[in-house]
C-alpha cells in the first residue's frame, strides 16, 4: 500500500501528520509512505528527521490584499498545482491524506481529480466552522456560484455526503470551480462549449439566472428618462460599473458622426462624465444606472458592450443587436473573448478586438455593420434555444436532492 501525505507550514499540521504515518508504519511495516511539503516549512527539517521522504511542491498563502505580491502567489499556486499533479501522478498512492496547510489544498486536488481515496485532519478553526454550520443547518442541497469562499464550503459538503451543485457563467471554469468540480454533483454550464471542460458526466448545459426585473423595462419610460426631440434610432454604451475607458473614449472620439444617425444612452461609470458634453443633442450621459436600467434596455434599438458572461444572457433574453467589445487579455484572462466569439458563432452579436478599435478607430464602421444586420441579428437570437436558465438549474438542483 502507498500512502501520501501532505500537510506543512506549522508544526500544528506536520506533527500529527507524522504520528499518522507513524501508526501506520506499526500496523502495515511494508507500507510505503511519501510526504508532500514545501521547501521553506518546517517540515523541510522535521519530516527527513522522523524517517520519511519528502517532496516539495512552490505553494504560498495569500494576504487578505491585493497587490503585486499576491499576484505573484497566485503563479506560485499554479506551479504547485502542476507539481502536485505530477507527484500523484508518478507515486500512484492508494490513499492520500491532507492534515493541513496550504499546501495541502493543491495536493488533496490533484488526488481527488485522479480518483485517489483522500482523507482530511481538520484541526484549525477556518474549516470546523464551515462544518458546524453545515452540521447546524443541515441543508438538502449546497448551490455554489464559484469564488474562492465556495470551495471549503463545497468540499465540507462533500464530505458530508451533501449534495452539490455548481454553476460556471463563463465559457471556461474559473480556478474557483476547477478547485470545486471534483467534490460537485453537477456543474451547470452557460455556454454549450464549456461542456468540453467538465470531466466524468458531471456538467449540466442550463443558461446563466437572467434578473427577472431586467426583462420589466418599459420603451416609454426610457424614452422619457431620455428626453430625446427625435426620432433616430438609439444606442446604449454600457461599459460595466466603472466604465470602460477604451469604449468612452472611442464612442466620444466618434460622437458627432454618431449623432448624425443615432442617439446615443452613454452609461460611462463613476467620474466618467464629460462636462463639455453634457448639452449636445442626442447625447445622455450616466455615471451608473440601477433601477432605471431596465427602461433604458427596453429603449435601446443597439448596444455596446463588454461580453461578461451575465449582460451578455441579458442582452440575449432582450433581443438586442450588440456590438460586443471584450476585454482583452492583456486586462483579462480572455474568458470574454471566448464569451464574444461564441455569441458572434451562433449569430447573436458582431464582436470589436479592444486593440483593433484603438488603433483603427473602426468604431464607427462595426456601428453601421451592426444597423445594416439587425433583422438577422434578432431573428437569429429570437430563434435561440437559450432561455432564462434559473428553471434549467432548479431542475438539476431538485434531481440532486431527490437522488440523495
Request: aromatic residues 6%; charged residues 25%; positive net charge.
Amino acid at each position: 500500500m502507498k500512502v501520501l501525505l501532505a500537510g506543512g507550514g506549522t508544526g500544528g499540521h506536520v506533527y500529527p501528520a507524522i504520528a499518522i504515518a507513524n501508526k501506520i508504519k506499526e500496523h502495515n511495516p511494508d507500507c510505503e509512505i511519501l510526504f508532500v511539503g514545501t521547501k521553506n516549512g518546517i517540515e523541510s527539517e522535521i519530516v527527513p528527521k522522523a524517517g520519511f521522504e519528502l517532496k516539495t511542491v512552490t505553494v504560498q498563502g495569500f494576504k487578505r490584499k491585493i497587490d503585486l505580491d499576491n499576484i505573484k502567489r497566485v503563479f506560485k499556486l499554479c506551479k504547485g498545482l502542476e507539481q502536485s499533479r505530477r507527484i500523484v501522478k508518478k507515486y500512484k498512492p492508494d490513499i492520500v491524506i491532507g492534515t493541513g496547510g496550504y499546501v495541502s489544498g493543491p495536493v488533496l486536488f490533484n488526488a481527488a481529480m485522479n480518483k485517489r481515496v483522500t482523507i482530511v485532519h481538520e484541526q484549525n478553526s477556518f474549516p470546523g466552522v464551515t462544518n458546524k454550520i453545515l452540521s447546524k443547518e443541515k441543508p438538502d442541497v449546497i448551490f455554489s456560484k464559484g469564488g474562492f469562499v465556495a470551495v471549503p464550503v463545497v468540499i465540507a459538503a462533500s464530505m458530508k455526503k451533501i449534495p452539490v451543485v455548481s454553476h460556471e457563467s463563463d465559457l471556461t471554469p474559473g480556478l474557483a470551480n476547477k478547485l470545486s468540480a471534483p467534490f460537485c454533483d453537477k456543474l451547470c454550464v452557460t455556454f454549450r462549449e464549456s461542456l468540453n471542460y467538465i470531466k466524468d458526466g458531471k456538467g449540466e448545459l442550463t443558461g446563466t439566472p437572467i434578473r427577472e426585473e431586467i426583462l420589466k423595462g418599459s420603451r416609454i419610460t426610457g424614452k422619457k428618462i431620455c428626453n430625446f426631440n427625435n426620432d433616430k434610432e438609439v444606442i446604449l454604451v454600457i461599459g460595466g460599473s466603472l466604465g470602460a475607458k477604451s469604449i468612452n473614449d472611442e464612442v466620444r472620439y466618434h460622437i458627432h458622426e454618431i449623432l448624425k444617425d443615432f442617439n446615443i444612452i452613454h452609461i460611462c461609470g463613476k467620474g466618467n462624465l464629460d462636462k463639455s458634453l453634457e448639452e449636445l443633442d442626442g447625447y445622455k450621459q450616466f455615471e451608473y444606472v440601477k433601477e432605471d436600467l431596465p427602461h433604458l434596455l427596453q429603449y435601446a434599438d443597439f448596444v455596446i458592450s463588454r461580453a461578461g458572461a451575465n449582460v451578455i444572457f441579458e442582452l440575449l433574453a432582450l433581443r438586442k443587436p450588440t456590438l460586443l467589445i471584450p476585454l482583452s487579455k492583456k486586462s483579462s484572462r480572455g474568458d470574454q473573448i471566448l464569451n464574444a466569439n461564441s455569441f458572434a458563432k451562433e449569430g447573436y452579436s458582431l464582436v470589436l478586438d479592444e486593440d483593433e478599435m484603438m488603433e483603427k478607430h473602426n468604431l464607427l464602421e462595426r456601428l453601421f455593420e451592426l444597423r445594416s444586420k439587425k433583422s438577422e441579428l434578432i431573428k437569429n437570437m429570437t430563434n435561440s434555444e437559450m432561455k432564462n436558465g434559473v428553471d434549467a438549474i432548479l431542475n438539476v438542483i431538485m434531481k440532486s436532492i431527490n437522488k440523495n
